[in-house]
């Protein structure tokens, strides 16, 4: 495999997306600072970590340019984690409620 | 974009045409190294792991009925009369995502075969990642003095304390690991020893550093930012 090249791009690619990340780690900083609350929060933290998680994986790990039996291996697995966290808040709110009805004073 | 040069051109046809050629024709599925394939699959077993701690977080934080502590004012700091919120873990992110740059710089000048570049850049990152260990330690140190343990702590719901050092405590050990993997590769590049072999072996590093930061997003915005 010693023949194999490899991942090779400009250097200049790198430097972008490392700018935009702390572009993106800033709003995201700034989100708390300025104290927004509620929904808008919430989806604008959501947003900035998966572009964030996105730039990474595609750009510094470069996913984006592998074929796509790699990435099928990578990604259809994340679809169990996506089921375990839908039960696990079902089951958070349900205890939430049970814990409200016979514990609190 | 991409400039990879093949050097076994029966990998070639894109899409899920390509993915069915390269499953069943008579060659190895995937069309990377071994090592790097296994550095993939440990990844994907680790990106479990912590999915899974993020998700008993999560649990947690939705069933109890004490007061969740606010993380912004948890962490906050007062410098120079100040009074900061979340300051140290916005300068580790900071930190964490600049470490991110310089290893993919590294992998670039590991390829090109520039070893000077490609060992001061993997040093630079290592350094890096030594310092958010260290500013990780003062976090620690500092909750610790205030009272805060796995058991209980003196701003509201208990679990707070359990769940913040098992995962920052899980996700420290990794930068730590990541440390010393980054350090023993970089002598060895330093000493040719990779001459012959190729330097994918950068580029695997590079994968588990990089992934190192991408928990960290998830832990900056699940448990410092919700």
Avoid: C
């Amino acid at each position: 495999m010693s023949e194999t090249a490899g991942q090779q791009h400009p250097i200049g690619i790198y430097l972008k997306i490392w700018l935009l990340l702390f572009v993106l780690s800033t709003f995201s900083y700034l989100v708390d600072f300025f104290h927004v609350q509620g929904y808008l929060r919430w989806t604008l933290i959501l947003i900035f970590m998966f572009l964030k998680a996105g730039l990474i994986v595609a750009i510094f790990m470069h996913v984006a340019w592998e074929r796509l039996a790699l990435k099928y291996v990578l990604f259809v697995p994340l679809s169990a984690i996506a089921v375990l966290i839908a039960l696990m808040a079902i089951e958070g709110d349900y205890t939430f409620f049970t814990r409200e009805i016979f514990f609190d004073p | 974009m991409s400039i990879q040069t093949d050097s076994n051109s029966s990998y070639t046809a894109p899409g899920i045409d390509g993915m069915v050629e390269d499953w069943s024709a008579d060659k190895q599925a995937f069309d990377v190294p071994w090592g790097k394939l296994m550095m993939w699959i440990f990844l994907l077993s680790d990106t479990f792991i912590f999915s899974i701690f993020l998700t008993g977080y999560m649990n947690v934080r939705l069933s109890q009925t004490d007061n969740w502590p606010n993380p912004s004012e948890v962490f906050a700091l007062e410098i120079a009369g100040h009074h900061m919120p979340l300051i140290l873990i916005a300068i580790m992110t900071f930190v964490l995502i600049t470490s991110s740059g310089t290893m993919a710089m590294a992998v670039n000048f590991a390829y090109n075969r520039d070893r000077r570049r490609t060992v001061i850049l993997m040093a630079a990152t290592a350094l890096l990642g030594a310092s958010f260990v260290g500013m990780q330690a003062f976090e620690w140190s500092k909750l610790i003095s205030e009272g805060v343990r796995p058991w209980e702590n003196p701003f509201g719901a208990a679990q707070f304390g359990s769940t913040f050092f098992m995962i920052t405590g899980f996700h420290g050990m990794h930068v730590t690991a990541g440390v010393i993997y980054l350090t023993v590769i970089a002598r060895r590049v330093a000493r040719g020893y990779y001459e012959d072999k190729g330097y994918a072996i950068v580029e695997i590093t590079g994968l588990y550093w990089h992934f190192v930061d991408l928990v960290w997003v998830f832990i900056f915005a699940f448990f410092y930012l919700w």
